[in-house]
Each structure stands twice: as C-alpha cells, then as structure tokens.
C-alpha cells in the first residue's frame, strides 16, 4: 500500500558529508510522520533523526548539530544531510513512515564511514 525508495548511502571518509533521501508512494491518505533510524553492527535501530507529528525535528544528541532532517511535503519525501560523518556514524539507516499509526520501513541503505 505504501512504497518507500531510499537512496544516497555510500562510502565516506570521516568528515564527509552524504545526503540521503525517502520518498513515500501509494496509499497515503494524510500527512505522515517521516524519520530516520540507524542500526550499527551488533546494536539495536536506534533513532537518528524525525519529525514530530507537530512538524518539529528531533535529532538524537549523538547527531545534534551535524545532522539535518528535512522534508517535501508535496512529495512525500524526507531527507537526511549528514556533515562531520565520524566512524561511528557507520550504520544502516532506514526511512520510518507512519500512517494513521501504521509504520513503514525503508529497506535501508548502508552508510560506511572510514577513519
């Protein structure tokens, strides 16, 4: 019902910069709450970055200040730029949409960060 196309991982030295992109397709008969999260070797997924239901961003500390989460609504699409990448950014992130409360997940894309 819903579709979600991620892109823009990749390989990077630290303090580079990636940008990637979630766009939402199908059913979605309201405007929905739009993330991302990350899940490195061997831990749990773990928030990066949202957007409340109120429109604001929410950003875990570790992330603060390096990481932007913006958002076209007209397009259902949701976008993480991520400057100052350190090794410990190395994860996959995937897009989370939810819906009237139904959640969808991206199928992930792989962020490498080499020291």
């Known amino acids: 019902q819903v579709q979600l196309v991620e892109s823009g991982g990749g390989l990077v030295q630290a303090g580079g910069s990636l940008r990637l992109s979630c766009a939402a397709s199908?059913?979605?008969?309201?405007?929905?709450?739009m993330g991302w999260y990350r899940q490195a070797p061997g831990k749990q997924r773990e928030l990066a970055a949202s957007?409340?239901?109120?429109?604001?961003?929410n950003y875990a500390d570790s992330v603060q200040g390096r990481f932007t989460i913006t958002r076209d609504y007209a397009k259902n699409t949701v976008y993480l730029q991520m400057n100052g990448l350190k090794p410990e950014d190395t994860a996959v992130y995937y897009c989370?949409?939810?819906?009237?409360?139904?959640?969808?997940w991206g199928q992930g894309t792989q962020v490498t960060v080499s020291s």
């Open positions: 199908g059913k979605i008969s309201s405007i929905p709450t």
């Open positions: 957007f409340t239901s109120t429109g604001n961003a």
């Open positions: 989370r949409v939810g819906i009237f409360g139904v959640v969808y």
